[in-house]
Antibody, heavy 121, light 107 residues
């Protein structure tokens, strides 16, 4: 069964950095695009970033462009999100989500359990 | 960006009821729309993709319809396990956007 396990969340001060990881298993990782989606406490879902199966194509929401970087290590079946210049409004549960295809536009067919990022002084 | 508007934001219903949730896109998205169910403290789960295709393992009481800018999710006969929050998501463009959610409550 497909498994996505996020880690790396925690409490960080405004302006700080954090790196999230998502360990994937039970599917051929390199043949699927991967994504990060976040949910602020008590709020709805917000797409953050996507990366193609090869890692060659990336996309970002305007709210994180220039501050967050998505990457992947296909040899280790792991997805990353490097988050810099963090702000209070980045506080959210961050979900790793798999796409049903290698690239293009898509929905999200599997989700991890999420990792909480809290930005506060 | 494509704006996606869901209605209602809250819906009260009883077990056995038929309920419909609507999602409207700010421009045509063909049938590039998915529906998700989320329970408190859990990750979302996909129910419907490409507007009307039922994800494997999802009960047949869930159905989706629509194209262009207007879409609906229908639950034909509510079960106790269906009380949750539902989101639509457009994927016509890679700047994916979600509706604001519909919380389905027990009447």
């Amino acid at each position: 069964e497909v498994q996505l396990v996020e880690s790396g969340g925690g409490l960080v001060q405004p302006g700080g950095s954090l790196r999230l990881s998502c360990a994937a298993s039970a599917f051929t990782f390199s043949t699927y695009a991967m994504n990060w989606v976040r949910q602020a406490p008590g709020k709805g879902l917000e797409w953050v970033s996507s990366i193609s199966g090869s890692g060659g194509t990336t996309y970002y929401a305007d709210s994180v462009k220039g501050r967050f970087t998505i990457s992947r290590d296909n040899a280790k079946n792991t997805l990353f999100l490097q988050m810099n210049s963090l702000r209070a409004d980045d506080t959210a549960v961050y979900y790793c989500a798999k796409a049903p295809t290698v690239a293009g536009q898509y929905y999200f067919d599997y989700w991890g359990q999420g990792t909480l990022v809290t930005v506060s002084s | 960006d494509i704006l996606v508007t869901q209605s209602p934001s809250t819906l009260s219903a009883s077990v056995g009821d038929r309920v419909t949730i609507t999602c409207r896109a700010s421009q045509s998205i063909s049938t590039w729309l998915a529906w998700y169910q989320q329970k408190p403290g859990k990750a979302p789960k996909v129910l419907i993709y490409k507007a009307s295709s039922l994800e494997s393992g999802v009960p047949s009481r869930f159905s989706g319809s629509g194209s262009g800018t207007e879409f609906t999710l229908t639950i034909s006969s509510l079960q106790p396990d269906d009380f949750a929050t539902y989101y639509c998501q457009q994927y016509n463009s890679y700047l994916y956007t979600f509706g604001q959610g519909t919380k389905l409550e027990i009447k």
